[in-house]
Every structure is written in C-alpha cells, then in structure tokens.
C-alpha cells in the first residue's frame, strides 16, 4: 500500500513539519481566492504533491539537465517570491515532449514542456505562462477542482493511501492530458490578473503574457496538435488577451525584462 512504509512516512512527517513551519507565516495574509471554500489543508496539498511528484517522475519523460533546471527553478523562485506562497517549497520540473504545454499540480509543483521553451520567443512570454500556472497553485485551484470532483473525505484520504482508485485515476489524467484539471472562465481570468502582477514585481514585462498567448491561439489554426492540450484544459480566448493587456498597460514597464541570455542559453539546450 501507498505511504505505509516507516521511510515514507518518515519523510512525510519532516515535509508536515516543514510546512507547517512555513505557514504559519503564509496564512497571516491569505489574501488570494478569498469567499472561495477549500478545506484540503496546505499540508494535505503538500503532501500530495510529494507523493504526486514521486510517481510522476516514473511515468514522465522528465529532463534531468541541471543547468537547465537550475535557470528554471531561479525563474519559477523569483515569481513565487513575489506571491504570499512564498515561504513554501515550490519545485519546477521540464517534461520533455513538443507539445506546448505547462500544468502546476497540488503542492506547489509545476512542469513546463520543452514544447512551450522552444515556442517562447522570450524570457517575458516564458515566464507569462510560469506565473499563470504558479497563480493557479497560490489560488489553489486545483485542490479546489478535486474537492468539487471527488468530496473533501476522498482529498483528504488521497495521502493517506486510503483512496488508491482515485489517487491512480488523478495520477494518470496528468499524466495522459497535461493537467489535473480543467479550469473554469473565472479560475483562468483569476491566474492572468495575479501573474501579471507577480511577473512585473518580480522584473519581467507582462507583455509577454499577451504576446504568448497571442501566439498559441495563432499556432491553434496553423498547428492544432501542439496545443491541444493547453486549449483543453486552458480557455483561452481573445478577452482575456485584452484584459492582460490592459492590465498591462497600467504599469511602468521601463525596466521590466523581456530578455536575457539564461533564457536563449535554455533554448539552446532543451528548446527546438
Ligand atoms: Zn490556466
């Protein structure tokens, strides 16, 4: 059975320890998804994504280049240093496959495609789809879509292993679609607005948030198959460009970063 071992309940004990650590700082200031009823504690979610991270990693095609993890990691961290997860740990991971995609799951864990780095022009439109997908995670949206699927008792009993069916049925949707769950209109506008404020308080232009997304609704009629699954699971339509947008405009982006050579040094490794 799932976790029943003294090594992995050890090694769970230390991460509850250290979350729980880590929120007490966190929930002073929970902000985010206000009105918005989750019951799946953080040390649940938490623990879920370790065990989630566990098996994904046996069942995705993942990179190991440690210098493009490490660039990675160092974006994903400068933007979640911005959210009010920021004491928690965050891990980003790189799945090799063409298809441009990227998905955060429970526990702060998010994974970009190698499809997305090549199909990312630039450092701002790469960390336009990290910040949303990080925004998902800080509004915790997809403990949120689980509850309303399953029931809080069957969440909440996923790491204790006392729900192996779902925990297999959760675990191969991510693995089969590139995402846990699909998002509503208003979880979708809700990630765009925080990620454009963490993009520009951590220095990157959110323009390119607009500009990304721009150019997956061009490759959706000029190449439908390597946005499937981001358009499955991600409605993206003309008005949430022009809310980014907007929302844009009202910042002094002049010494916002749209390049830098980490980010064409990433596409030389692992991009097209
Ligand atoms: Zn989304």
New binding site residues.
């Given amino acids: 059975m799932r976790n029943r071992n003294p090594k992995a309940i050890a090694a769970l004990a230390a991460t509850a320890l250290a979350v729980a650590l880590a929120l007490t700082a966190a929930c002073t200031s929970s902000g985010v998804n206000q009105g918005q009823l989750n019951l799946v504690s953080l040390e649940q979610e938490w623990q879920l994504g370790q065990q989630l991270e566990r098996d994904l990693a046996k069942q995705l095609r993942l990179v190991n280049d440690r210098s493009a993890l490490a660039y990675v990691n160092q974006v994903g961290q400068r933007i979640v240093s911005q959210t009010e997860m920021r004491n928690l740990p965050w891990k980003f991971h790189i799945v090799a496959d063409k298809e441009i995609n990227a998905f955060n799951i429970p526990g702060g864990h998010v994974y970009v495609n190698t499809g997305l780095i090549g199909a990312a022009d630039n450092v701002a439109e790469f960390t336009g789809v990290l910040a949303?997908?990080i925004s998902?995670g800080v509004s915790r949206h997809g403990t949120e879509q689980l509850t309303r699927s399953y029931g809080l008792s069957i969440v909440a009993g996923l790491v204790l292993g006392e729900n192996p069916a779902v925990y297999q049925q959760i675990l191969a949707q991510i693995v089969g679609t590139g995402t846990l769950a699909k998002?509503s209109r208003s979880?979708?506008s809700e990630?765009d607005r925080l990620g454009v404020a963490y993009m520009a308080r951590a220095g990157y232009d959110p323009i390119g948030m607009a500009t990304m997304f721009e150019e997956l609704l061009q490759r959706r009629r000029s190449q439908p198959g390597a946005v499937a699954q981001f358009f499955a699971t991600?409605p993206l339509t003309e008005d949430r460009i022009r809310a980014v947008r907007a929302q844009a405009a009202q910042i002094d982006r002049s010494r916002l970063a749209s390049r830098d050579s980490g980010y064409q040094n990433l596409r030389q490794r692992v991009g097209p």
Avoid: T
């Fill in positions: 949303h997908e998902h998002f979880a979708e990630a991600h």
